[in-house]
């Protein structure tokens, strides 16, 4: 089993900034790919972004694209999410996923194995 934690979050002014981190232990594999989603009550989970095992291959959200930037750190096992220039619209549970995988990152919620407990994004106008 794989143990998924998120961390960051909060309440943010609309044009502000916030940073998501998430790390993985347990039974881990050097080739995974985390990803980012998001979802708020009553709706789908949402796909943000995700990352290769080698941070060579990352996709995005058109709606966060040229905002948000994911990135990892295998050597602490974990991926972040730097936000910038939110929206209300950002306003979710943001979730990570992490998925054992050498192929390129996958933005449907079903292919992912392991998820944290989710972190809330709260977007001010």
């Known amino acids: 089993q794989v143990q998924v934690v998120e961390s960051g979050g909060g309440l943010v002014q609309a044009g502000g900034s916030a940073r998501l981190s998430c790390v993985a232990s347990?039974?881990?594999?050097?080739?995974?790919?985390m990803a980012w989603f998001r979802q708020n009550s009553g709706q789908e989970r949402q796909f943000v972004a995700a990352v290769s095992w080698d941070g060579g291959a990352t996709v995005y959200a058109d709606s966060v694209k040229g905002r948000f930037t994911i990135s990892r750190d295998n050597a602490k096992k974990s991926a972040s999410l730097q936000m910038n220039s939110l929206k209300p619209e950002d306003t979710a549970v943001y979730y990570c996923a992490y998925r054992v995988a050498t192929t390129p990152p996958v933005t449907t919620p079903r292919g992912y194995d392991y998820w944290g407990q989710g972190t809330q994004v709260t977007v001010s106008s």
């Open positions: 347990g039974r881990t594999s050097p080739y995974n790919v």
